[in-house]
């Protein structure tokens, strides 16, 4: 991180406990660290050595993980860059989607997305209309789309009160459009292909999620879910998008000054 980056993250981060040893960690380099790996894809004890020792980062990301720090940085900065793009704090529309995607040898609860024919986990993710994350929900491929979006919707019911409409491809149209406006009050619509297009077609908002899924896949750590459970995956996703708004809150400081 340059040093506009670290000025944003650095109120984020968590203090130390009080009582105790004094931490002596460099939290700056600890976060350089974890932002390393999860670009890098490398495995933990891969780490280079002018990062502090591995075990001491795993700590840490695992800790922020548990207590959902990462998810409260996402937010914090993701608040930043819509107010300084000129728009509301909170969003009142969203796009919604998801990515099958292979884990590997490590232990952990996957399942066959017979559709896409992969063997593995499926990231559910909202985003805003500038491709921004609001939640990400990560879960066995086998559960249909429809049925992992009520466990996305479930965790949010009550966090985004300006939000009204949400979109979405086909895959979640039938009973869910009911579910969502009566368990939660939004509309969602359904973005569909049209029937007489061949071949690649951009279609209106559903690119924006497309998109934010492209931001993701910039990190290794992102081409396959290494992580042994769902939350450690999600907290991967958070990271990464957490790298592509510190560059952004960064550049635009440095414009202004």
């Known amino acids: 991180m340059i040093d506009e980056e670290w000025a944003i993250i650095e109120p984020l981060i968590p203090l130390a406990k009080p009582g105790g040893r004094p931490r002596t960690q460099d939290m700056r380099k600890t976060v350089d660290a974890i932002f390393y790996l999860n670009r890098a894809g490398c495995q933990w004890r891969m780490m280079p050595h002018d990062y502090p020792a591995w ?42 989607d998801s990515q099958s995607v292979k884990t590997t040898e490590v232990a952990g609860p996957r399942g066959y997305d017979a559709g896409k024919k992969i063997n593995g986990r499926k990231r559910h993710i909202l985003v805003d209309t500038m491709g921004l994350l609001l939640i990400v929900v990560v879960h066995v491929a086998s559960i249909q789309d429809r049925d992992g979006a009520k466990l996305l919707f479930s965790r949010i019911a009550q966090c985004f009160p300006r939000l009204k409409l949400i979109w979405a491809d086909g895959g979640y149209a039938g009973k869910l459009v009911d579910w969502v406006k009566t368990a939660c009050g939004w509309i969602l619509e359904i973005v569909k292909r049209p029937d007489d297009v061949k071949g690649f077609v951009v279609l209106p908002r559903r690119w924006v999620v497309e998109r934010t899924f492209g931001w993701q896949g910039r990190c290794r750590r ?5 992580e042994g459970l769902p939350e450690c995956s999600e907290s991967m996703i958070y990271i990464s998008m957490t790298r592509v ?8 400081q440095c414009s202004l000054s």
């Open 222 to 226: 992102m081409s396959k879910d290494y």
């Open 245 to 252: 708004m510190l560059k952004r809150l960064a550049r635009s």
């Open 55 to 96: 075990y001491s980062v795993y700590g840490y990301c695992r800790k922020w993980q548990k207590s959902g720090t990462w998810q409260k940085i996402n937010d914090a900065l993701r608040i930043q860059v819509r107010e300084r793009a000129g728009r509301e704090a909170e969003p009142s529309a969203a796009i919604l």
